[in-house]
DNA sequence: AAATAATGTTAAACTAGATTAACATCTATT
DNA sequence: AATAGATGTTAATCTAGTTTAACATTATTT
């Protein structure tokens, strides 16, 4: 398995010894994923963190309406979970589906215990993790508060050029609150305006 | 300065010592602050994380409108801050001020990272800390997607019963998200279907 | 006690976005 | 090549929530 991409990750934020790599890399899972599977499931206690190696998933919540509301796709270089879940151990509100064949690194629950003992640092890796995800969930609030659907869909456009040319406009008509028909008519507004 | 609330608040997660107790107290400053006094201002880097011993805070998001989007109010035994400017030591994106004489606890960004290191533990008890903030977080956006406002507002009574009778209602509007005017509509209707 | 500021209510007119439904295009499978 | 399934578009009608504006009530200050 190549250890680039997830070294190159954790770089930014902590430097470990080779001892350490070997350690880490002796306490994780890689998995293979394809389309269409469930990493989570609401429901299920969600039990690992997962690294995308390769792949793009979305997290999503299913109302009683039986209607999907998607909260965040995760591409190459990111991770995915039910964080919620997986922190309090508590059943997971959310779904987690490959919309690729995905592949990924799983560490999970035990093992990330067993690590923070044997590589305190890690500690503060998971930390800044958790808080970039924060920061990043405080700001679609004040997005989806003071903007609207128009504005929202350029930014999501300008943040995450990859994932709109990687996902059907169904999908982030529901990532950005609106329905499919109303992203249609913003596109087709953006196009005359032109 | 009384530390029996904030030890108890740390004990819900990590055991600390006497020593480590003594360690903690020598490191934090107490502060209190008057009614409409600003804990961060927007533009701002924030360099505290606060522990509210008494009074409230509401923390906002000033948009080019001129209008207020309150994300969050605090009282006794949480926790107020910009985190996201915290963290990245970036300016804020938003106001933190007090809606009640407050009196509280700061960490500053300098001596948690000298906790941290004294006292490892610590990183644990503010992973928590984010950890939960984000699950909150994230809870709100599906409830902002999901929910109509009434709905948001029976859930906002019920989770903060005691927020809501000490905070002005034109405020809560804004935390739900919508007008003063609407949110007085809902209260009328529900007390006509009772 | 009066005056001012802050907060809350009501109702009419308006708008962003939802719903429904019919149709168009694209893609995968046989 | 033909069919079915998935995805995208357009337009009419509808609704949750906004805006505006006038008024009511409650605190706060003098």
Redesign the pocket.
């Known amino acids: 398995m190549n250890r680039k991409p997830l070294l190159e990750y954790i770089n930014k934020y902590i430097n470990l010894t080779m001892e350490e790599e070997d350690i880490l890399f002796s306490k994780i899972r890689y998995r293979d994923y394809l389309k269409d599977q469930y990493i989570v499931q609401q429901g299920d206690v969600c039990n690992s963190v997962c690294f995308i190696l390769s792949g793009c998933t979305k997290m999503f919540y299913m109302d009683k ?1 039986g ?1 999907e509301h998607i909260v965040i796709f995760s591409i190459e270089d990111w991770w995915t979970s039910d964080l919620g879940s997986f922190i309090s151990q508590t059943p997971a509100d959310y779904n987690v589906q490959c919309l690729e064949n995905t592949q990924l690194i799983q560490f999970t629950n035990n093992t990330l215990e067993e690590l923070y003992s044997e590589i305190p640092k890690l500690e503060r890796l998971f930390r800044k993790i958790v808080e970039r995800a924060f920061v990043a969930s405080q700001k679609r609030i004040i997005r989806n508060f003071s ?6 869909y350029l930014i999501f456009k300008e943040t995450y050029p990859k994932i709109e040319q990687r ?7 529901s990532y950005l ?12 507004q953006l ?1 005359q305006n032109q």
Request: aromatic share 8%.
């Open positions: 309406e209607q903007l609207t659907a128009k504005e929202r996902v059907p406009q169904y999908m982030i008509a609150g609106i329905t499919k028909e109303f992203l249609s008519k913003i596109k087709s196009i």
